[in-house]
């Protein structure tokens, strides 16, 4: 990975910092887009110490904040020529209750969808000037139980006291928002997958709120018994392999091709859910989306 240039959100733990271990033992240069700066050092310095490597940094993105999401390309734009490969790691599961971000969107929705479409289309550019760029969404197997009310989705009103329900239509919001783009990308250079991670034993399930979807997803964990390099291995994958160099618009669960929700496959709808998304960013992103 000499000489080439990666981004990924919500690399400053678990699955994500092991990629970008992983990244940096292959000498990438690597930028991290973390909701906390100092949080995102502490984890340069150890894939530093581990890796020799120290063209990693560290730039302020909350990508549940349009806004920061916005600042943040302006500063990639501006300080990169390129971009290879971009990982839409970062991700959200809310407690209980209806909790909106600032643009008065869902936060699941905004974290794990919209900040991230909004990333994609504003560093598009860029990756289209880069020879073989790749994009890499995280999903979720939880997706297979997802479905797209788009205009409960934004706001959340009707599943007050069930957020996992958010959870999984927002990674099956991944995975349209993957194969439409795809689509649109045809012919473009630029190749977009997405992935399961895994159930792995991350802060993602120490720290959730909802004590009955802990305890199932702790199980879970301890059952497949990953650790975060194993958990990492289809991100890493994805990233840098030359087996999937020229694939687009899959999905994929340990290193493997896999099955998604047959509404991935509704061309109307991932499409009625791009106009949407387009809709709650700005006007200057409409004007320049696929």
């Not at 989705?153 to 329900?165: E, Q």
């Not at 159930?199 to 979807?213: A, C, L, V």
């Not at 964990?221 to 160099?245: C, H, M, P, R, W």
């Not at 998604?260 to 700005?282: G, I, T």
Request: aromatic share 8%.
């Amino acid at each position: 990975m000499s000489g080439k240039v990666v981004i990924v959100t919500g690399g400053n733990t678990g699955i994500g910092k092991e990629l970008v271990r992983d990244l940096a033992k292959r000498n990438a240069k690597i930028i991290l887009g973390c909701r906390s700066v100092e949080r995102g050092r502490e984890a340069i310095s150890d894939v530093i110490e581990t890796t020799g490597n120290t063209n990693i940094y560290v730039k302020r993105c909350d990508v549940s904040s349009l806004q920061s999401v916005r600042m943040f390309c302006a500063d990639v734009i501006d300080s990169e020529d390129r971009l290879d490969v971009l990982v839409c790691f970062a991700g959200s599961g809310a407690p209980f209750g209806r909790h909106l971000t600032e643009d008065g969107v869902e936060m699941q929705f905004a974290t794990n969808h919209l900040g991230h479409f909004l990333m994609v289309n504003q560093l598009l550019d860029l990756m289209k000037c880069t020879p073989n760029a790749r994009i890499v969404i995280t999903s979720s197997s939880a997706h297979l139980l997802g479905a797209m009310d788009l205009e409960n989705i934004i706001r959340f009103d009707k599943y007050v006291n069930h957020p996992f329900v958010a959870y999984c239509n927002t990674k099956l919001a991944n995975i349209m928002f993957m194969k439409e783009l795809s689509e649109r990308l045809e012919n473009s250079g630029v190749c977009v997958n997405a992935l399961h991670p895994g159930t792995i034993y991350t802060n993602g399930i120490r720290h959730n709120k909802i004590w009955y979807i802990k305890l199932f997803l702790t199980f879970l964990s301890f059952l497949y018994n990953k650790s975060l390099t194993e958990g990492a291995q289809t991100l890493i994958y994805l990233s840098v392999s030359e087996e999937v160099e020229g694939i687009s618009g899959q999905y994929f669960t340990d290193c493997k091709k896999a099955k998604c929700n047959p509404l991935a496959d509704n061309s109307c709808l991932r499409k009625e859910l791009w106009k949407v998304s387009a809709q709650l960013c700005d006007s200057q992103l409409k004007k320049s989306l696929l």
